[in-house]
């Protein structure tokens, strides 16, 4: 993967997402991911999406997890589910949200 930080991550999910609104379809949603020290928010709506460092007033969803760890499964060396149940992947809120973390964070 080229974007080898979380910061270079974020920063080029928006035009990913926003190049492929099909991974988006029907979503109206705030996501807060907490990786390590760093948060960003993913808003979805209407078929587009906007990245923010920083904190989400009321997230659907809340993603935490070490840098390492999201760094691998954004990489796909880490399989979600397995760090969902490893304790590698903490989740708060619509668990359903969760679940279609995968269809967009393999862009």
């Known amino acids: ?3 080898t930080t979380v910061k270079g991550f974020f920063e080029s999910l928006e035009s990913k997402l926003n190049a492929d609104p099909s991974k988006m379809a029907g979503m109206a949603s705030v996501y807060q991911f907490k990786v390590g020290a760093d948060a960003y928010q993913v808003t979805m709506k209407e078929g587009k999406a906007a990245v923010a460092a920083g ?4 997230p659907n969803c809340t993603v935490t997890m070490a840098e390492n ?3 691998d499964m954004v990489a796909g060396r ?7 149940m490893t304790g590698k992947l903490k989740v708060a ?3 359903g ?3 279609k973390l995968g269809s967009f964070l393999k862009v």
Not at 55 to 58: F, G
């Open 69 to 71: 760890d999201f760094l």
């Open 78 to 84: 880490l399989n979600g589910q397995m760090a969902f």
């Open 97 to 99: 949200l969760a679940l």
């Open 93 to 95: 809120g619509d668990m």
């Open 1 to 3: 993967m080229a974007d």
């Open 55 to 58: 904190e989400a007033s009321s």
